[in-house]
């Protein structure tokens, strides 16, 4: 247990609406990290944070964002959920000089 | 750009071996890692190579080739436990701890 928390842990909203998904952990970690896992696509990187205000965008960042203004939280924003937004989202930390990623408890996201 | 192959869906009996394949393509490569997945669950590490050769951890192993840019994962006794889904992941050639995942394996161990 690496000490990380997502909030909510469910969601449900409706399209065009902004989001806010939280991850929480306890540890101090420096690298700090946002998937969203569909079927079919295993674990995609949204954004990823390597310090406080210090982010850059992953793989499939179009319509999200994120910050980081304490080294303990790391938010992620849909500023417009879509439908196309329906995941279930993980967050993860990886331990200073670490090759092992630790996953949050995910939320899962639906958006109508 | 990155990619990881590992087949979708691999079914095996309880108590045998089984064999889970990634092959990957990476612009730089440090190591490959695996996770496991049960339904509803978050991802949890098992193995990490970043050398040549076979990692051995309980009934789990993870091999590594990277001459052949390829590795599997193999498990030993299966139990019904093991039914879960499998990643491997790599983490690319900068500093920043990134991992590409494969789509995953699916191993549904029967009775």
């Known amino acids: 247990d690496a000490g990380i928390t997502q909030s909510p842990r469910h969601k449900v909203t409706e399209t065009g609406t902004p989001v806010t998904l939280r991850c929480h952990q306890t540890?101090?970690?420096?690298?700090m990290y946002w998937y969203r896992q569909d079927p079919g696509h295993g674990l995609r990187l949204i954004h990823y944070?390597?310090?406080?205000?210090?982010?850059d965008k992953g793989e499939v960042s179009d319509g999200y964002s994120v910050s980081r203004s304490k080294t303990e939280d790391f938010l992620l924003t849909l500023e417009s959920a879509t439908s196309s937004q329906t995941s279930v989202y993980f967050c993860?930390?990886?331990?200073?000089?670490?090759?092992?990623?630790?996953f949050g408890p995910g939320t899962r996201l639906l958006v109508l | 750009g990155q990619s990881l192959e590992q087949p979708s869906e691999v079914t095996a009996v309880e108590g045998a071996i089984v064999q889970i394949n990634c092959t990957y393509q990476?612009?730089?490569?440090?190591?490959l890692s695996w996770y496991q997945q049960h339904d509803g669950g978050a991802p949890t590490f098992l193995s990490y190579?970043?050398?040549?050769g076979l990692e051995e951890t309980g009934r789990f192993s993870s091999f590594l080739s990277r001459s052949d840019s390829y590795g599997y994962l193999l498990l030993q006794e299966l139990q019904m436990k093991d039914s879960a889904s499998y990643f491997c992941?790599?983490?690319?050639?900068?500093?920043?701890?990134?991992?590409?995942f494969g789509s995953g394996t699916r191993l549904l161990v029967r009775p």
């Open positions: 992941a790599a983490r690319g050639a900068d500093s920043s701890y990134k991992l590409i």
């Open positions: 993860a930390i990886t331990p200073r000089g670490g090759e092992t990623q630790y």
């Open positions: 944070s390597y310090g406080v205000k210090d982010t």
């Open positions: 190579n970043a050398l040549d």
């Open positions: 990476t612009s730089g490569f440090y190591g």
């Open positions: 540890e101090n970690h420096r690298y």
